[in-house]
């Protein structure tokens, strides 16, 4: 069953600490993206991924960073200095710059501080 | 700038209709998504629209005028499955969306 994997469901962070999120797909999707969902808020994008070893900003990139070394996986690492990082993170892929092709998301991963 | 605008939260009855309004303003226009999304689950896609005119799909149809900038989700025969948030997403020149706050959609028996 193709799909986007998305782990861990939940994570802690503590001060100071770099966390990872994991993001795996098996759709063969060329597209990759990273949002985050506050509430009453609508996705925000982080990241995202047109092809494999390129990525670009989004609208909040700061405190954040990325790496696309497998068409398959988009890890994103929430570092210290994003300084409100308590969201739901939702990771989502597509073929790119089709304009009826729809973004399937993953499961999320909710993180919270200690 | 660009903007997504739909109200925050609906309530409707088990059987009725439900008409959910979207009116956005984007850099460029290259259609209009709507999803469904369950409380900490991921959004499922619903629709897209890209011409003007109705689009249906069984319970759900989707309207979009491009001259008004303004979408519809029509949800008829309600179910209390139906109760979720539905958000619409505007697909700029770009080919990024961008996403309304969405609609929380409360369904009573």
């Known amino acids: 069953d193709g799909g986007i994997t998305q782990s861990p469901k939940y994570l802690f962070r503590k001060e100071g600490q770099n966390v990872t999120l994991s993001c795996e797909q098996n759709?063969?999707?060329?597209?990759m993206y990273w949002y985050r969902q506050d509430p009453g808020q609508g996705l925000r994008l982080i990241y995202y991924s047109q092809i494999v070893n390129d990525f670009q900003k989004g609208d909040i990139a700061e405190g954040y960073s990325v790496s696309r070394e497998k068409k398959e996986s988009f890890p994103l690492t929430v570092t210290s200095a994003q300084k409100n990082p308590t969201a739901f993170y939702l990771c989502a892929s597509s073929i790119p710059d089709r304009g009826s092709q729809p973004q399937h998301f993953g499961d999320g991963t909710r993180l919270s501080i200690l | 700038g660009q903007n997504i605008d739909q109200p925050t939260e609906m309530t409707a009855t088990e059987g009725a209709i439900v008409q959910i309004n979207c009116t956005y303003q984007?850099?460029?226009?290259?259609?209009l998504f709507w999803y469904q999304q369950h409380a900490g689950e991921a959004p499922t896609f619903l629709s897209y629209n890209v011409l003007d005119g109705l689009e249906e799909k069984g319970r759900f149809s989707s309207f979009l005028s491009r001259s008004k900038g303004y979408s519809y989700l029509l949800l008829k025969e309600l179910q209390m499955k139906d109760s979720a948030s539905y958000l619409c997403a505007a697909q700029d020149s770009n080919y990024q969306l961008i996403w309304g706050a969405g609609t929380k959609l409360i369904i009573k028996p």
């Open positions: 984007t850099s460029g226009f290259n259609g």
């Open positions: 759709l063969n999707h060329d597209a």
